[in-house]
């Protein structure tokens, strides 16, 4: 089994629509975080979350929330997707400053 | 200014060939440095961590340059699996621990 595991790999949904993405790990790190990824922007900081009971927005939050249900496991929901949230999601783990990150092989969202 | 700037590429070099990256960064307070490699919509994989003095696995070094906020990437007897979007990444001091990325530079290798 993959050390981060994204649901669901693919999605199309419509406009208006609230979806989730879940994202859980398996190598026991306290730091969780949320990226989307665009052609030509690169990856940007949606949330991050360093414990169960800490969240913290990133560059882009809006039209975004998360929840922290558990050490392993940090959804991202879109309350009402919109056409520009068309990207690639991706979750990622890390053991703490100074260490990389492992990824989640995403979640690529259509808003249609 | 970006707090991680590369160039795009792309980089199109034949098999064998010797290619390098560069990476500059704002922060100099930035204190752990990183290169992914992404393949085509798929996730960024770590492939080395940058030392100060240096580093190398196999046909790939490393190298961090503290002083002009610079780092670079050499890859030798490029390979077409080594194809890929290679990711500049940066750990700033006072940034708890997240990581800055880098847009990346794409690299074709061809036969």
């Known amino acids: 089994d993959a050390d981060v595991t994204q649901t669901p790999r693919n999605r199309i949904t419509k406009t208006g629509k609230r979806i989730m993405l879940e994202c859980s790990q398996t190598?026991?790190?306290?730091?969780m975080y949320w990226y989307r990824q665009d052609p030509g922007l690169g990856l940007r900081l949606i949330y991050y979350?360093?414990?169960?009971?800490?969240?913290n927005k990133g560059e882009i939050s809006d039209g975004y929330s998360v929840s922290r249900q558990a050490q392993a496991k940090f959804s991202l929901s879109l309350e009402s997707a919109i056409p520009n949230q068309t990207a690639l999601y991706f979750c990622?783990?890390?053991?703490?400053?100074?260490?990389?990150?492992?990824f989640g092989s995403g979640t690529r969202l259509t808003v249609v | 200014r970006k707090e991680v700037e590369q160039d795009p590429g792309p980089f199109n070099v034949p098999e064998g060939a010797t290619v390098a990256f560069n990476c500059t960064y704002s922060?100099?307070?930035?204190?752990?440095f990183f290169w992914y490699r992404q393949d085509c919509r798929k996730e960024p994989k770590l492939l080395m961590s940058?030392?100060?003095s240096g580093n190398e696995d196999g046909r790939f070094t490393a190298q961090l340059n503290r002083a002009s906020q610079y780092i670079s990437l050499l890859i030798r007897d490029s390979k077409l699996s080594d194809s890929a979007t290679y990711l500049c990444?940066?750990?700033?001091?006072?940034?708890?621990?997240?990581?800055?990325f880098g847009q990346g530079t794409e690299l074709s290798v061809k036969p």
């Open positions: 990622a783990t890390s053991g703490g400053t100074g260490y990389g990150y492992t």
């Open positions: 190598k026991g790190h306290d730091r």
């Open positions: 979350s360093f414990d169960v009971k800490d969240i």
């Open positions: 922060n100099s307070a930035s204190q752990s």
């Open positions: 940058v030392y100060s």
């Open positions: 990444v940066v750990n700033p001091y006072n940034q708890g621990g997240k990581l800055i």
